[in-house]
């Protein structure tokens, strides 16, 4: 009896090393170009290939690919940040309130510390 349903079907492969967003460089070293596709099936399209052509075992992506990837980078880089300043506008907005205080409270004070 060989029960194997627990095993769920996303095993996607990954394309060996390649990084996300716009590829600069194929993991052979070689720098990428870009080009335009010319097959039926995508004609038009743009992609990055590795300097020394089109082969399974260089980079190949397309580029609208990489431009989703970084798009979804920027994404949730942007929501980070956007965490950040609301947290910064908060302790702005505790400090200006403070300063308030502290300036209300030497004026009330008038010049007694004088001496
Ligand atoms: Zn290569």
């Given at each position: 009896m060989s029960s194997s349903s627990c095993v769920s079907g996303?095993?996607?492969?990954?394309?060996l090393n390649a990084e996300r967003g716009t590829p600069k460089q194929c993991w052979c070293g070689e720098p990428c170009y870009s080009s335009t596709s010319g097959?039926?099936?995508?004609?038009?399209r743009l992609y990055y290939c590795c300097g020394k052509g089109y082969n399974k075992r260089h980079l190949?992506?397309?580029?609208?690919?990489?431009?989703?990837?970084e798009v979804e980078d920027i994404k949730s880089l942007i929501s980070g940040?956007?965490?950040d300043i609301?947290?910064?506008?908060?302790?702005v907005d505790r400090l200006e309130k403070e300063i308030e205080v502290m300036n209300t409270a030497?004026?009330?004070?008038?010049e007694e510390c004088m001496s």
């Open positions: 996303n095993s996607y492969r990954r394309r097959t039926a099936t995508n004609p038009g190949f992506k397309w580029a609208d690919e990489c431009l989703v990837e940040m956007n965490k609301s947290e910064f506008r908060l302790n030497s004026e009330g004070k008038g």
